[in-house]
Each structure stands twice: as C-alpha cells, then as structure tokens.
C-alpha cells in the first residue's frame, strides 16, 4: 500500500515538475516581450530584459511605449481592426446559419454532393483564389466606378466567403443535435420555415453561434494576408503596422513589443473570457487555415 | 473616430439587409404555388451562401488554374512553361524540400508534445491544470505575426559587443559559445527548423486542449483495472489510455498537417523568405506582390492544391467516419 501511494505521489510530482518546465518554455518568450515593453527606452536597448525581471522593484516601469505607439498610428490601427473584424464576423454568422438550416431540416436534391463540396473547401488554401477576386474587383471598379479594394467592405465579403465552409459546418452539426419533433410540430401548427428559424432554431443555437463567432472574430482579427491585399496601407490594421514596424531595422524593440501587445489585448480579453466557448468550438473541429 | 461610426452603421445596415434579404427571398418563394413552393423551400436558405462561396471561392480557384498556364501578364497561353520553369528551378525544388520539411517535423512534434501537455496535467489536480492549460493555450488567441514578433525577439540577435537581448543567444554564449544570426543560417535548413518552433508553440494548445477532451472520456473502470493488474503509469498510458485516444490524436495531426502546408506568415514576418526559408504560400505571395507575375504566382499555388487534394480527401473520409458515428 505504500508503495503505491509512493509511486502516486512521485507520479504527481514528475507531472508537476514537467508541467511547470513547458509552461516556463511556453512564456518564457511571450514574458521577455512583454517586459521589454514596459521598460524606460534608456535600458531597453542596452540591458536585457531579465535584469527587469530579476530585479523588479529597483526597476523603472513606464507605459511610454505604448504611448508612443498609440499616438503614432496603432490606435488608427486599433479603430481599423475593430471595423474589419465586426461585421465580418457577424455577416458570414447570419449567412451560414440560414445555409446550415437548409442543410439540417430541409429536403434537395444534391444535399448530400452540396455538403461534400463544403468539406472539401474547408481544406483548399485561401490564396488559390485571392488573385482572380482581387482582380475581379479592380475590373469592377473600372466597369462600374464603385471603389471596391482598399475598403472594408471588400474584406468582409471575402472573410465571410472565407469562413462559409466551416461555418456551415459546425452550425448544422449542431442543428444536428435539436430534437426534429419540434420543428415538425411547429409545421404541423401552421408556421412557415422563416418562423421556424428566427424564432425557433436561431434562438437555441446560441453556444454554437457563440463559439463559431468567438473562432471567427479571433481567426479576422489576426489576419494579415486578406487586410493586406483588400484593406491596405490607407486603413492599415494592426498586423500590418505590425509586420511594417519588425521590418523596420533600428526601430528598436521597445515599440515593437509595445505594438505586439496593443494588439493582444482585445483578442486575448476575448479568449479567456470566452474560453469555454472557443474550446466547445475547436472541439466541434473549427480549424481553420 | 469617424470610422468606428462607420463600421457600427455597417453593422446595423448589414444585420438589417440580410435579414431583409432573407425575408424576401422567403416572401418570393411564398408566393409560389404549394407544390413547387415545397420543393423550393430551401433555395431561400441557400441561395446567398452558395453565390457568396462560388463567387469568392470556386471560380477563382478555377481561374487560378486557368492563369497559372498564362504567361506574367496573364495575357497569352504559354502551356506548361511555368510549370516547368518551376520543376527545373533549383530555388523552387528547395522551396519544395522546405515544405516537406514542415509537414514531416511539425505535425508530429506538436502532437507529441500536446498528448504529453495533456496527459501531465491530467495528474496535477484541477486547479493547477486549468493555469497551466491556459498558459500553454495562450498563444492560439496570438496573431502569426505578433507571434513573430514574440520569437523573433527570442532569437535577436545583437553585434558583438553589446549586450544580449534574445534569450537564445544569451544561453549560447552562457554555455560558452560565441552568439550567432540564427535567423540567418540555413546549415541543415538550422532557421527553417526555428521558424517551425514558433508553429509548434502556437498549436501545442490546441492539440492538448482536444487530446485531454479524449482523455477525460476513457472510462475509469479501464484504469482501474489496468492499476489493479500491477500495471505502471507509463504502462497504463501506453496500453489502456493512448490506444483510446488514438483517433482524436490523428485528427488533430491531420489540422496541423493541413494548417503547415499552407504556412505563410511567419515566413513573411521573420525572414522574407531569405536565407533559404521560403515555402510554397510565401513564394506565392512574392511572385505575385513583388513580381507581379500571374502566371508564375497562380502555378505556384496550383502545385500547392494540387499537394493538398489528398488531404481533402482524407478530411472527407474523416467527416464521413464522424457522420456514422452520429
């Protein structure tokens, strides 16, 4: 009986110990930016940001450098992200909850050919087809004279394009799951397909919703590649300042962890505040690339 | 501030225009007599999904494949000369290698890691196990380029002289070795291997996240019975409790898989794809943003769809497998 109890005991301990060792790799790195981001600009470059950490209250701190970059165009930024990463994530939500309702309680044919091709897309890398809808734009601009690319709009359409596959995906999985009586009674009683779902089957959706907006709002909000090409330099979201100040030789660390973590903030409110949900999601098998 | 108005009034107008949208499209089909009307039901559900993915997803992706047998311009057929300018490019078959490279090393790192993170802290009590999942869970709320950031700091590297500010450097040389360029050096593709670490740290949460899920769902009496035939931790690990996770960890190798084919940002963000770094997503990207060359850019990407098809297949047989499962 000791024995075991011995054996439990350095197996809790040797899970312990390997556990703080990753979580000590895990943000050793993410620690060091940090720190560098709250020193005064005189010893940011000249001593390492450990010195700040071993010797915490002999320290300086100051929030200088999120100062500075606030007000040298990480709070345009900021403005920027927020007005991309809303609507496309509320737009593709509303639109694949009405395709994810066809594809739960309705009767087609193909349904099943539909479906396949949805989960196929969910694979295909999004610059295969970011060239032809950029250039589909600019054609558009000239034919029509509507200014397309360089807008945010031009961005929530092609996140909401972007996020449609698995989008439908998790939604109808979880669609899946509500009883299918109801939906017949409630035909039965006379209502139409419309009530059935605003009224009925949007209203419990609600943790699926949650976790497919939390996935999305994440996924929007740290993309570089289609602000880049759709959004811009005129409204430059913050992974592009971002991507523009690491390239910057001599700029000199200190701002741009600062910018790093100007950009963290909301997202990582949002994760743990909504961790539940996020975990629900990528349970469900939202991932996406 | 102008622009936060703006996008609060898109919001409503966008809110209010796709309810309206649906709400005519499913006045029309009303209007429909009965029979034809139950037959059509669906298109009012559909139709703004499936013009939306077509529109943006599927006949671009044709016509990538259309341009990539184009010339630069995308203006005459040139067959399969991009094609073969790519296959007999010493620089496109390293980018290839590279590739391959990411697809053999991360995947299976970053689940062997995760199944170890999950299982560890499925022995340190509750309280502990949810700290250390969320700090080791952190880095999936990280943009690849802030995370770039984050790693490229952790390998900076400084002229000699002064001070150290990367921690790598500073346990080189406090191991006696002189600092070096890490980002630089492509000795056994030594940077493509550090870039890939950044990966790594990023989807390890994932991985562990889903795998502990699977772990908390084998049953306890399997355990039991195994502690009671004298079996060791490691035993029980290896025999009763990984054998019943093993689907959910191939599921999770196959998203990471599928995710590092496509790598591209913490190309872009860390080195440019210089010093031998670059991968298929990157060199798409400079051949197009920097060359402006369709033709090229759309082969390139082509070869990457055409290197992923497998992947969709399988990802169709495992979608399938959970369908049954149902």
Redesign the interface.
Known sequence: MSKILH?LRN??LG??L??II??VI?????L??LI?SLRPSSLA??????EALFNPLSTLWTLDAYQNSLSSGMLDSL??T??VT??AT??PL???A??A???TF???KGKEF?F?V????????????????LR?MVWFQKAVGIPLTGT??SA???H???A??LA??ILRNYM?TLPRELIEAAKVDGA???QI?WQLVLPVSVPALASFAIFQF?WV?????IAFIFVGEQ?AVM?YR??RL??QYGQG?RD??A??FI??II??I???AL?RY??RG??AGS?K? | ?G??F??LF??VI??AA??GL??LL?FII?LLPERLRK?S??L???T???V??I???????F??IG?SFMDDGAKNWVGLKNYIDLFTDQRFLQILLNNFLWVLVVPAITVV?GT??A??????GPK?ESI?K?????????????A???????Y?YVPPG????G?LN?VVRLLGFPPQPWLTIDQGHLNSFLLMAVIV?LQ?G?AM??IS?GIKAVPEETIEAAQLDGA??WQIFASVILPQVWGTVMSVFV?VL??V??I??IV??MT?GNFNTSVL?FE??KQ?FENSN?GP??AV??V??IL?VP??WL??QT?RQQELL?
Do not use: C, H
């Open positions: 054996l197996l809790k899970s312990l390997g556990m990753l979580v895990w943000s050793t790195p993410t060091g930016l560098t470059d000249i001593s390492p940001w450990w403005i920027n927020i007005a809303i609507p509320i737009l509303m639109i694949a009405n395709a309702y066809a594809f309705l009767n087609f539909f396949a949805l989960v196929a897309l969910m694979v295909i890398p999004l610059q295969s087809s970011l060239i032809p809808v589909g945010y709009a929530w359409v092609v909401s394009a972007f449609m596959p439908i995906y899946m139409s397909n419309y779902f994440l909000w740290n993309d570089y590649l409204k992974t971002l991507l690491l390239g660390w741009v962890a910018g790093s950009s963290l997202p990582l949002v994760f743990f961790q996020f975990v990528l349970l991932v690339g | 501030m622009d936060i703006l996008g898109a919001i966008g809110v796709s309810y649906y709400w499913n009303s037959k039901d669906w009012a559900f559909l703004p999904a499936v939306l993915v529109l943006v997803l599927i006949a671009p992706l016509q990538t341009w890691v170890a993170a299982a560890l802290s499925n022995q340190v502990l250390f969320s700090l080791i869970f952190m880095p999936m709320a990280v943009s690849f380029v802030a770039s950031t984050i790693w490229s700091y952790f900076a002064r001070p150290e500010v921690v500073a740290w390890v994932y996240v889903v899920s060791n931790p998203t599928i995710l084919m496509k591209f940002d872009l963000a440019r997503a798409w990207y197009f369709v850019a759309s990407v082509t990457l769809v992923i992947l969709m990802q169709i979608v149902r």
